[in-house]
């Protein structure tokens, strides 16, 4: 039992500073702690021959969930990274009730390193993942920023592709935008369907 409460801390541990990194600019100090944490769980439970081959798969999970975070934001790469990292957590583990405890661990661990976003600098993969502007009074909103409600309607063109959020131009402006549900390419026109608050809902034309 305490082997098994050992692997709930190790591993939360391990994803709290991990998932903190890609969350936070620390300059990779969450990063090499979150890796030692990580590699502790697995050199306490497997051989040696094992240990490599499931701190591959840890670390390819690790990197789709970057993938997706930074580059193709549709969640597809984040839920196969998070589902494999659970597995390779659990399957390390002597026995089930271990297991269990560590892939808590890491649940725990991945909500938890959210509390970072309240302490440090924000990473720039953080804004792609939602939309950039921000509504709030300071910057000049009420219930809906009077420029952004005149775009209804408007045609313009992507900027990045939406999957399904992106960049767009309209005009000589850019601003954040959100597909209706579909994929859209670089460099397609498209129309303001709806604003919403600072919240751009585009289609394609």
Known sequence: MDAA???LVITG??????????????????????????TFYFLTHLDPSMFVIMMIVYVISLALIILDAKFINDGTLTTVGSISMLLVVGMSAPDWVTGAYGVCGVLIGAISSLLFLRVF????????????????????YNSMNESYATLSGQTGITLTQLRPVGTI??????YSAVSNGHWIEKDEEIVVEQVDGTRILVKKT
């Not at 998932?19 to 990779?28: H, Q, Y």
């Not at 990473?123 to 502007?133: C, E, G, H, P």
């Open 169 to 174: 131009k309209i005009g000589e402006q850019e």
């Open 5 to 7: 409460w050992l692997a």
């Open 121 to 140: 600098p924000k990473r720039d993969l953080w804004t792609k993942i939602t939309l950039v502007d921000k509504l709030s009074s300071e910057a000049g």
């Open 13 to 38: 541990l391990g994803t709290l500073f991990l998932f903190g990194e890609l969350l936070v600019n620390m300059r990779g100090i969450f990063g090499v702690v979150g890796i030692g944490f990580i």
